[in-house]
């Protein structure tokens, strides 16, 4: 629904438990809701949904000497990640993240606003990793300095309002020469300039700066300035990363799960599965009550109890 432009993903999902949102003429109250967005009917008050465009996942090598945003500002017209990508579904795409303007490298283009949302949560994110070559030897203590976390200033509406310590960042040397150091850096958050920064305050100006990874998905098969479709099976270890990230496990990984008749608990308590979290988790689903009449919903609007539940309450 957020991704057809209905309401940010808060909002729909209060007009889900309101009972204004219908799939195949069911109102449905109860979240998670699995629909398949190509083939259900899905109206929100009483309007139907637009069918949405197929979701699409592009490995951009960003070049140098471009800007990883949707268009340049007012008055300027460099050349953005978006100007590279000429994909035949014309689907309006987005960049997931941000590189500076002279960063190379892997950047991750979609629809999937979902997706975008969870790989880029502030607190839980998915790692990046990045090559860098600075200037000069990085010794030891400049290494361990970083891998511990260093002070860099925080800026809000331009103006600096503090200084926070970046968080582990994992770091290994790759190569040394004696006026320059090749290093992979991994990090879990996306400050404003990071990497750049956290170099400078230690004496090593970033030389260049390239990102190879988001989370699993590494940049492979794709030449500088070209793109890409992600295969099926980086997808799936994208959603993955995704879920875990963000600790939800209710965003989907793959497929949803196939809709079954859910077996009666009081005839046949067996059929319930106890075997892996997800089996049990799927049960869970499986047998709960997602879909409810609109007189159920107007039941419990009023606090009447609804006739296809059992009453709670008493001992037994
Ligand atoms: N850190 C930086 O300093 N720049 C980038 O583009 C990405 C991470």
Redesign the pocket.
Known sequence: MADAGVASRRACEDLIRAGAVEVNGSVVIELPAWVDPQKDRISVEGRPLPKPERQLYLMLNKPTRTLTSAADEPGSDRRTVLDLVDHPAKARLFPVG???YD?VGLVLLTNDGDLANRLTHPRYGAP?T?KVVVKGSLDEDAASEIERGIYLAERKAGRTVGAARTAHIELSVLRRERDSTTLELTLRE?RN?????MLAAVGFP?KS?E?TGIGPLRLKGVARGAWRELTAAEIKGLRRAAASASGDQEFRTDTPPKKKKAPDKAKNPSKRSTGSKRGRQQAEEELAPTQLSRKAVKNAAHGRPNPNKPARGGDG
């Open positions: 941000r590189l500076d960063t990046k990045y996306g300039r990071q990497v750049r920064r970033v700066l990102r």
